[in-house]
């Protein structure tokens, strides 16, 4: 009986030390990624975002926009805006994806024009909550450089009657790393 339980703790050690050997077979596996949105800049504004891959065809993620230069971008002061995405390409965590975000914003109030329809008054900042979905596509190398091209549209849900805008958009070329 000794023997037996003696051979079926070793088979038992020898398939966990080969089964923890196969997962770590898929360089593209890494369950972590940071990103830098490329076309923000051109808005006057800064883009960053942080992935978790949950399996091969599902994440969390989160995004931050800031706008740093008003003049271009005047409407926009910034969003936190969480995510869950879905991919329907062969490696992991990369292909065409689908996303559904929430967003906490950031937007500038209405403008009052006066009678002169030149001159205007702003009402102070709105803060609001948005719901939308987006789509795109990731690529990554093995070496785990991500690149990335993504749209995504939702609307504002309780004060979009306090500022000029009813929606907030979401698009971006990203580079990025996983780890």
């Known amino acids: 009986m000794k023997k037996n339980f003696s051979l079926l703790i070793i088979l038992f050690a020898f398939y966990s030390v080969n089964a923890q050997s196969e997962t770590g077979t898929d360089p593209y596996q890494k369950n972590n990624e940071i990103k830098l ?6 808005s006057g ?3 960053a975002g942080f992935e978790r891959h949950l399996n091969k065809h599902s994440s ?3 995004s931050g926009f800031v706008v740093y ?3 271009k ?3 926009m002061n910034y969003y936190i805006s969480p995510y869950y995405r879905y991919y329907f390409g062969k490696k992991y965590a990369s292909g065409f994806f689908v996303e559904g975000f929430g967003a906490f914003t950031s937007i500038d109030g209405k403008k009052v024009y006066a009678a002169d329809n030149l001159t205007f008054t702003k009402n102070k900042d709105v803060y609001d909550v948005a719901l939308g979905a987006g789509l795109g596509y990731k690529l990554v190398t093995k070496k785990g450089l ?3 091209a993504n749209v995504g549209y939702g609307k504002l849900l309780f ?3 306090k500022t000029d805008h009813s929606v907030v958009a979401k ?5 990025g790393y996983r780890f």
């Not at 949105?37 to 051109?42: E, T, V």
């Open 37 to 42: 949105n490329l076309i923000s800049p051109l």
């Open 60 to 62: 969390l993620g989160i």
């Open 73 to 75: 971008d005047e409407d």
């Open 146 to 148: 991500v690149f990335e």
């Open 171 to 175: 698009y971006g070329l990203s580079i």
């Open 45 to 47: 504004a800064v883009e």
């Open 69 to 71: 230069d008003h003049k």
């Open 159 to 161: 004060n979009a009657d």
